[in-house]
T-cell receptor
Framework: GAVVSQHPSWVICKSGTSVKIECRSL??????MFWYRQFPKQSLMLMAT?????????EQGVEKDKFLINHASLTLSTLTVTSAHPEDSSFYIC??????????FGPGTRLTVL | AQSVTQLGSHVSVSEGALVLLRCNYS??????LFWYVQYPNQGLQLLLK??????LVKGINGFEAEFKKSETSFHLTKPSAHMSDAAEYFC????????????FGTGTSLTVIP
């Protein structure tokens, strides 16, 4: 199957700083990328959907000004957590998809905000 | 609207025993159904998927699932549990194999007792 990478795999930052997480589809062009958040021992919750070249669509309750999503190319989407606080600590998982290829998940990024 | 219900947040089986993880779905359109496995601090690994072809789907690591439309179920089974099967399992539904968001169940934690 297709490969989706995320970078970094883990990050620790101070409260108030911003963190950028990259999601790349390595061997196919992803027309749509999804960002999920997973709290410990819970399921994945969709945060936002992004289509290449368009503004992301955020799920209800997700602050778009706090979680900035950019999908500038068919192989790269970024999630920037702005002014991070401890409650933003979580496991963030992206997925890349196209109708032709299906949907593939990245390995996740563990964010810890001190 | 689509949703998934996983009955049993925790399942324990003895090594060598049958594994049965339950998943029921709700979908207003023909569903695409998926089972994923997640090991601690890792991303999702696709076990198998149903995409309207054969109702009995065989996946990796000896797992299989049967799509039963009359019961709106897609239960995951494995004839003989192995210690390495201990993990978190998620069932998901979508209206496509890619391109649209996945709706995840709350997950089932599988423990294998030696």
């Amino acid at each position: 199957g297709a490969v989706v990478s995320q970078h970094p795999s883990w990050v620790i930052c101070k409260s108030g700083t911003s963190v950028k997480i990259e999601c790349r589809s390595l061997d196919f062009q992803a027309t749509t990328m999804f960002w999920y958040r997973q709290f410990p021992k819970q399921s994945l919750m969709l945060m936002a959907t992004s289509n290449e070249g368009s503004k992301a669509t955020y799920e209800q309750g997700v602050e778009k000004d706090k979680f900035l999503i950019n999908h500038a190319s068919l192989t790269l989407s970024t999630l920037t957590v702005t002014s991070a606080h401890p409650e933003d600590s979580s496991f963030y998982i992206c997925s890349a998809s196209s109708l032709a290829e299906g949907q593939y998940f990245g390995p996740g990024t563990r964010l810890t905000v001190l | 609207a689509q949703s998934v219900t996983q009955l049993g947040s925790h399942v324990s089986v003895s090594e060598g025993a049958l594994v049965l993880l339950r998943c029921n779905y709700s979908s207003s359109v023909p569903p695409y159904l998926f089972w994923y496995v997640q090991y601690p601090n890792q991303g999702l690994q696709l076990l198998l998927k149903y995409t309207s072809a054969a109702t009995l789907v065989k996946g990796i690591n000896g797992f299989e699932a049967e799509f039963k439309k009359s019961e709106t179920s897609f239960h995951l089974t494995k004839p003989s549990a192995h210690m390495s099967d201990a993990a978190e399992y998620f069932c998901a539904v979508s209206d496509t194999s890619g391109g649209n968001q996945f709706y995840f169940g709350t997950g089932t934690s599988l423990t294998v007792i030696p």
